[in-house]
Structures are given as C-alpha cells and as structure tokens.
C-alpha cells in the first residue's frame, strides 16, 4: 500500500463551552492548527503517484483559508463542538466534497493538530 500526505495551516479560535468552568478550554482560545490529509492506494498511477497530484489538492486549501483561517470556529461548525476529533472528521467530509475527480476517494483519514505535541485523526 503506498500512502501520501500533505499538510495544511490554519489559525483560529475557539471555546469549548460543555467542559466544566475551570477547564481552560471553557474559555475562549486559539490555537495554529495543523491539518494533514492521508491518501493510500494499493497502485501508483502512470505518473508514478499514489493516485493523488498534491496539486490536485489546492482546491481544499483554498477552501479551509477561505473558511476557517482565523475565524471562530464555533460560528463555523454551529452545534458541533469544534475538539480536535470532530474538526478532523469535519475535514475529511469537506475533502471529499472539494476535491476534484476521484481523488477524494483514495482520502483515508485526516488529522487535526492544536500543539506540535497533539494529534487527532478520523478515518475511513
């Protein structure tokens, strides 16, 4: 199985208000947010890639700027409670829809990351 990944940044904040009051998440904060997508396929194409031009992925990056880079991503995700693991099962469904062809069917999995320390990830 061959396996490409590309990562994309963004900045934003947020407030996770359903955690008790001395939570600090319960208070409003940002974070620069790393976004990886993960692509597998069994095959390389005639170009020689995974399926996947990391072009072909420009269309997704425009998107998250233009929709989650500093904003507040409670105003963006409305009832979704924006943690790291809904953000990045909330990625992988926008990949898939912006991206061009099929490439979004060889899309496996999405992490999300707040520190360089932390990672969450939705798959397939």
Not at 91 to 115: C, I, M, N, P, Q
Request: aromatic share 12%; with cysteine.
């Amino acid at each position: 199985m061959f396996t490409i990944s590309k990562q994309f940044t963004f900045s934003a904040s947020h407030v996770l208000s359903h955690l008790p009051e001395d939570h600090p998440c319960a208070r409003m904060h940002g974070h620069n947010y790393v976004v990886e997508l993960v692509f597998k396929s069994p095959c390389l194409d005639a170009r020689g890639f995974c399926q996947v031009d990391y072009g072909e992925l420009a269309a997704f990056e425009a998107w998250l700027l233009a929709t989650v880079d500093h904003r507040h991503l409670n105003a963006v995700m409305g009832e979704v409670y924006p943690t790291a693991e809904l953000l990045a099962k909330f990625f992988f469904k926008k990949a898939r829809e912006v991206l061009a062809g099929d490439v979004g069917a060889y899309l496996t999995s999405v992490r999300v990351s707040e520190t360089p320390r932390t990672w969450a990830a939705y798959e397939s």
